[in-house]
């Protein structure tokens, strides 16, 4: 029992947590030095059953005990008798996936995990529980629109392409894969990391003209505008073709007995105009 050097509690170090593990990337020690509440010593050992199978809140359905039993200080006593073999690595193994998989499913429900591997479920729940943590540590409104802009960021992947590019540049950067990675087309993830990387270490240094950088955000928002007159022109012109299909076909509204037919009609409308 004196020997017991280190704790086998994990859920409440903070030095642990993705936010912890970020900070620490950036570190000089490369560690971080956050409350650390986990067990210390035999003193602390006798009061571990109460919080860590949460009697203390009647919540004890959210404990997986990957080994052992709810006595800890009876699984203390057992250490000895454990032989660390194959068997028992493989065992402790399969008890950690049922794990990983309990905790995802909490998250999201069965059925929202349909379809995913392993390392997917792994990685969609790290991505929910970093914002989880981001968000309730800093209620502040920088921190809301910074995932509301986020939240737009995925939304236009699909239709930029080139955004995946910029995600792989800020990885690099930050030192979380290699540089020499390319995940993508290497000759357009080169072009694109290059551009970006002199683009950052212009504004980083802050020598380019004010004057220039004015004009330059002068056209960004002038383009940003022109692509919203054509989205409402093009709407404009939907609705009108929408109101003469619906006035040739004798209908006053679409519905789901008639969507087909006017949609076609619309189509032919503006097939029309071609």
Known sequence: MEELS???HLSNDKNKTIKAKQEA???LSKTTSKN???????????????HNLRQYDNKTELITTIKGSQDIIKDVKDLDTIKVDGEYIIQVENRLNEGVKDENTRYYGTE???GLNKKEQELLSDIIQLLKEKIVDDKSKEVYHSYRYLYHFLQSMETAKELKYMLAYISKSMGFIDANEY?????RQFVF?????SAMTLYNNGSASKGKIAETHKRFVQEIEHK???VLGRTQELNTAKVQALRELGYTEINTNNAKEVLDKIAEIQSRKV
């Not at 650390?36 to 109460?50: D, P, R, S, T, Y």
């Not at 995940?183 to 000759?187: L, M, P, Q, R, S």
């Not at 990391?193 to 990387?197: G, H, R, W």
Request: net charge negative.
């Open 6 to 8: 280190y704790s086998f």
């Open 25 to 27: 990337l950036n570190s």
């Open 36 to 50: 650390n509440n986990a067990i210390q010593n035999i003193k602390h050992l006798g009061k571990v059953n109460h």
């Open 112 to 114: 929202d995990l349909k």
């Open 183 to 187: 995940a993508f087309n290497e000759d």
């Open 193 to 197: 990391e290059s551009i970006m990387f």
């Open 228 to 230: 919203k007159e054509e």
